[in-house]
Each structure stands twice: as structure tokens, then as C-alpha cells.
């Protein structure tokens, strides 16, 4: 008997000492880079130098985010290391005082109707025309209950705000603005600033679509009536003119004649206060495949809804064709345009174009 019982506490030994070796051998060699790692990363013996310098910069930047009291949610501290990046660049471009003209704002009623709210999943998302804004409207909508797909939605609903169940955060009172403000998943999207200009002067006034006739015959007539140059040129607006009165320090009086239709090309800084408020992500267009996942992710909504297809190609930076449309604008008018949209530039990591280099 007394034998069977020492068999049997060696038994119970040996699985324990395997028990307490498997565990040593999961942390040891757990993926570092797994989605939502709470550990910190571990530099293994068989690292690359490359992976060691993307490790050592990601605990930095950690370390740097906690002690900044930036604001960041634990969340935000897992997040892969271009979002950690954007996040740190848009921190330090909003604290460098030479810039302050250009990237801050005033998170005024503008800026909270460019906010829209989805209360059921806590979720606030600041519209910028023109990098594919309309998708991101329809997956809110959806969340909200409006309609059960994406596919479902009509065209003509996703921008009537009477219609589309998309509350804009300026239709609460101010404490229910800070609540949301403070405690709900805040993102937006961003795109190189000049190839979002193109695009806003193709789309209003050049294919100018039927339901929007003020662009071509209110808006377009005011911008050449100021700024067109050749006064015996009777062609609709063009790039140069559009650039021109974007480029004008003395814009805004045509702004406040225009409205509301200004969303389409004022600055991101403009449209959704990035250094007053604390955004969870920026995405860019440039990146939508990858981020657009991601985004749904965080915020925790991937498995009620996906983004739509986006055709190939869509997304990616054009440098031809922002040449192309540049290459009839003077230096004098683009260098002024830069100087309006420099803080977009700056904040989000976009590149002054070559043309202005030379």
C-alpha cells in the first residue's frame, strides 16, 4: 500500500513539473505581435535587428504615451504601431506652437454637425468629404437600425439627414456633448490634402451631379467673378481659379455666402478640431483596406458589420494626376494654398508635393 501511494505522488509530480514547463515555454514564446497582446513585448534571442528596433520604438512609445497624460485609453495602448505613430504625430504637431495657427480649432457647432453619433455602440465619427465618406455614413446607419445592410440603403438617404437616423452630436445638450466627447470611440479619415481638393473640384464642378445644381450655377460664379484673372475667358470654373480662392487669405467671406457647401474643401483641422479633440483612430484613404477592418475592430462593431467592397486601386495616391492639375496653376497661387493647408500636411504625415520643392 505504501508503495502505490508513493507510485502515485510521483505520478501527480511529474505532471506538475510538465504543467509548469508547457507554461514557462507559452510565455517565453508567445507571439509579441499577436492582435491585442496585453504582456510586454519580449526581445527573443532570435530576433532580427529590424524587429528589435520596431519593438524597442513601440515600448517607447508606449512609455512616452502613459507619461504624457495625452488621455489615452488602455485600448489605445495595444494598438499596431502605425496607429501608435499617428497617434504620436498628431500629439506633437498639435503641441509645436509654430504650427498653432494651422492645426487648432475651436470645436464650434461647424465642427459638432460634422459629428455624427451612434449612441447603441458608443461610436462618434467626424465626416470629411471626399475620402470615401458616404461607405462609413452607410455602416452607421446600419448600426443605428435605420436598415439592416448596407445593400439595402438608397443613395438618395444616406445624405438626408431627416431620414438616415444619423444624430449629429451638435443636436445634444452640452453635457451630453462632453459625455460622448470623453467617453465614446472617436474616429475619422484623412487623405493627402491636395488630391482631396481635386477630387471635391471633379465631383462639384466638373461631373457636377443633378441634385447638387447650386455648385455649378451659385458657387462656381461667385469663385470666378473674384478670382478668375482672364476676364474675357467664358469657360466654367477651373482648377487654377478654384485654387486661387482656396489659396486666399481672405477666403472666408466667400465662405459665409456659401454655407455649409464649404465641407467639401475647408482643412481637416476646419472640419473636426483633431488637436482639441482626442480621437481614437485617424485613418487614411490611402490605407482603407487595412484600416477599415481595423477601425470596425476597435470599435468594436466587426462582427455586426463590414465596410463595402472597395474596387481595386481606389485608394492609392495619384502623384501623376495631382501633377497633372497643378502643372496650370502659378507658384505664387500653390505656394498660397500650401501655407492655408500646411497643418493638414503636417498633422497626418503627408509629404510636401515635389513641384513646391524645386
Known amino acids: 500500500m505504501h508503495h502505490q501511494w508513493l507510485l502515485l505522488a510521483a505520478c501527480f509530480w511529474v505532471i506538475f513539473m510538465f504543467m509548469v514547463a508547457s507554461k514557462f515555454i507559452t510565455l517565453t514564446f508567445k507571439d509579441t505581435d499577436a492582435y491585442g497582446a496585453r504582456q510586454e513585448p519580449l526581445i527573443l534571442t532570435a530576433i532580427t535587428e529590424v524587429e528589435k528596433i520596431h519593438v524597442i520604438k513601440e515600448k517607447s512609445l508606449l512609455e512616452e504615451f502613459q507619461t504624457t497624460g495625452r488621455g489615452?485609453?488602455?485600448?489605445?495602448?495595444?494598438?499596431?504601431?502605425?496607429?501608435?505613430?499617428?497617434?504620436?504625430?498628431?500629439?506633437?504637431?498639435?503641441?509645436d506652437t509654430s504650427l498653432r495657427n494651422l492645426t487648432h480649432s475651436t470645436i464650434s457647432k461647424f465642427v459638432l454637425d460634422r459629428i455624427f453619433v451612434c449612441d447603441k455602440h458608443k461610436i462618434l465619427f467626424c465626416q470629411t468629404p471626399k475620402v470615401g465618406n458616404t461607405q462609413w455614413k452607410k455602416v452607421l446607419i446600419v448600426l443605428n437600425g435605420a436598415f439592416s445592410s448596407i445593400e439595402e440603403i438608397p443613395e438618395s438617404i444616406v445624405h438626408d439627414h431627416e431620414k438616415n437616423g444619423l444624430p449629429r452630436l451638435s443636436s445634444f445638450s452640452d453635457s451630453e456633448i462632453q459625455k460622448r466627447l470623453k467617453l465614446y470611440f472617436k474616429f475619422f479619415i484623412v487623405r493627402d490634402p491636395f488630391e482631396r481638393l481635386i477630387s471635391a473640384f471633379k465631383d462639384k464642378f466638373v461631373h457636377n451631379p443633378r441634385f447638387e445644381p447650386w455648385y455649378r450655377h451659385e458657387i462656381a460664379p461667385g469663385?470666378?467673378?473674384?478670382?478668375?484673372?482672364n476676364r474675357t475667358e467664358t469657360r466654367g470654373l477651373q482648377f487654377e481659379d478654384f485654387v486661387r480662392y482656396l489659396g486666399d487669405p481672405n477666403h472666408r467671406w466667400l465662405d459665409i455666402q456659401f454655407g455649409d457647401h464649404i465641407i467639401h474643401w475647408v482643412t481637416y483641422v476646419e472640419l473636426c478640431a483633431p488637436c482639441e479633440i482626442t480621437y481614437s483612430v485617424v485613418g487614411h484613404h490611402?490605407?482603407?483596406?487595412?484600416?477599415?477592418?481595423?477601425?470596425?475592430?476597435?470599435?468594436?462593431?466587426?462582427?455586426?458589420?463590414?465596410?463595402?467592397?472597395?474596387p481595386p486601386g481606389i485608394t492609392v495616391y495619384n502623384k501623376t494626376k495631382v501633377e497633372y492639375y497643378f502643372s496650370g496653376v502659378s507658384k505664387r497661387d500653390i505656394r498660397r494654398l500650401y501655407a492655408r493647408f500646411e497643418g493638414d500636411f503636417k498633422l497626418f504625415g503627408y509629404q510636401k508635393p515635389d513641384f513646391l520643392l524645386n
Open 72 to 95: 489615452l485609453s488602455e485600448d489605445h495602448l495595444h494598438q499596431p504601431l502605425v496607429h501608435l505613430e499617428r497617434l504620436e504625430l498628431l500629439r506633437n504637431m498639435c503641441q
Open 223 to 229: 469663385i470666378i467673378r473674384k478670382y478668375r484673372k
Open 286 to 310: 490611402e490605407t482603407l483596406e487595412e484600416d477599415a477592418p481595423y477601425i470596425l475592430k476597435e470599435a468594436g462593431i466587426d462582427h455586426l458589420v463590414s465596410y463595402p467592397t472597395i
